[in-house]
């Protein structure tokens, strides 16, 4: 994908994270599965909202965690609440096990980092356990893990959409002048608010061309950052990609 870059993100913007996304999805106490690399940001949604909450986390082995039969015997065996995964890893996972709904958490499936196809997916809500919800998440990490989040349940629209901004972020959808286009109508994306990072380390072009002044207002030098994704915003406030 590119020259890697790092990304500056400030402890504050990582706070109004984990504050936020615990808000919406409903962490709390219990036990919560880790199964990507702690250095990737996708497994935030669960490492630090388990040490907050005072939770068990779980560093689960790259061994298990892409064995189908191993990691369904690791989530019953512990009694698994809280699960974030990538659609792709958790779809091979679910395709080699004899009893994939042994896969699943007992309170929270959180999917994020790519689109889950729509006939899969429904057949993960089928096999949902009772009390658990399916939640899509969506945000890059230069606005701190995740900005977007939407409940999936049974009848939900197809595509599942990204979702509303969590806690203070803003999601502006605008068009090539930067101006807001009505509801239902493809724009761009841009995201605002306090998770929004620093920049990227070293490289000032880089930072120049995706970090913006908010165009929507704001407290002074509010920024937004640009990450180039089509969207378009639903009747009910969600934005759909």
Same mark, same amino acid.
């Given at each position: 994908?590119? !020259? /890697? =870059?790092?990304?500056?993100?400030? $402890? *504050? ?16 106490? @219990? ?7 702690? !250095?990737?940001?996708? &497994? ?7 040490? #907050? ?14 064995? /189908? ?14 699960? =974030?995964?990538?659609?792709? $890893? ?16 007992? *309170? ?22 009772? @009390? #658990? ?6 945000? /890059?990490?230069? !606005? !701190?893990? &995740? ?17 509303? /901004? ?5 999601? $502006? ?18 995201? &605002? ?27 002074? @030098? ?20």
């Amino acid at each position: 994908t590119g !020259t /890697p =870059k790092a990304v500056m993100v400030e $402890h *504050r913007a990582l706070d109004a994270y984990v504050r936020a996304v615990t808000a919406r999805i409903g962490l709390g106490a @219990g036990a919560y599965a880790l199964v990507s690399p702690p !250095t990737a940001d996708l &497994g935030h949604t669960v490492f630090f909202p388990a040490l #907050c909450a005072g939770g068990t986390l779980h560093v689960v082995p790259e061994e298990t965690a892409t064995d /189908p039969e191993a990691m369904a015997a690791y989530v019953e065996r512990h009694g698994i609440d809280h699960l =974030k995964v990538v659609p792709s $890893h958790l779809r091979a996972l679910w395709e080699g096990a004899r009893e994939p709904a042994r896969l699943l958490p007992r *309170r929270r499936l959180v999917l994020g980092g790519e689109a889950a196809p729509a006939g899969w997916l429904e057949e993960v809500l089928a096999a949902l356990p009772a @009390g #658990c919800e399916l939640w899509n998440h969506y945000g /890059p990490t230069e !606005t !701190t893990v &995740g900005v977007l989040s939407q409940r999936a349940a049974a009848g939900v629209r197809m595509p599942l959409p990204l979702g509303r /901004p969590l806690g203070d972020a803003r999601a $502006h959808v605008l068009d090539a002048h930067l101006r807001p286009v009505p509801v239902g109508v493809p724009g761009e994306l841009y995201v &605002g608010g306090a998770q929004v990072a620093r920049g990227f380390l070293g490289r000032a072009e880089l930072t120049a061309e995706r970090f913006h002044p908010d165009p929507r207002g704001g407290e002074p @030098g509010a920024r937004v950052y640009r990450p180039g994704d089509r969207v378009r915003r639903l009747p009910d406030g969600a934005v759909e990609y």
